[in-house]
Nanobody, 119 residues
Framework: VQLVESGGGSVQTGGSLTLSCAATGNFLTINDMGWYRRRQGQERELVAVVRNGGRKDYGEPVKGRFTVFRDKERDTVTLQMDNLQEENTAVYYC??????????????WGQGTEVTVSA
């Protein structure tokens, strides 16, 4: 199983970026799927996640500016980031909780994609 990320890069303040992540490989189903980030010198933190039942949870710093979408048919999750500010500069990681076999659930991480926001 792999989580393949795309869409990071550099943008000016106020701009937008879209991050995408696709789960590939052998698994039965996906429970939660979403995004975390690590800002320089800080712990990894929740950005946004779509739970198995469809509920969306956002980290407090991004509420109202970021939107997460999940496509269950394509096993993908997308993070739309608008009105980006310098404090959003970080490495963003896709995360997913997958059922790989009956009763076996595992947590996977993508390799990380850098987002840099500058004035």
């Amino acid at each position: 199983v792999q989580l393949v990320e795309s869409g990071g890069g550099s943008v000016q303040t106020g701009g937008s970026l879209t991050l995408s992540c696709a789960a590939t490989g052998n698994f039965l189903t996906i429970n939660d799927m979403g995004w975390y980030r690590r800002r320089q010198g800080q712990e990894r933190e929740l950005v946004a996640v779509v739970r198995n039942g469809g509920r969306k949870d956002y980290g407090e710093p991004v509420k109202g500016r970021f939107t997460v979408f999940r496509d269950k048919e394509r096993d993908t999750v997308t993070l739309q980031m608008d009105n980006l500010q310098e404090e959003n500069t970080a490495v963003y990681y896709c995360n997913s909780d997958l059922i790989v076999q009956a009763t076996i659930e595992r947590d996977y991480w993508g390799q990380g994609t850098e987002v840099t926001v500058s004035a």
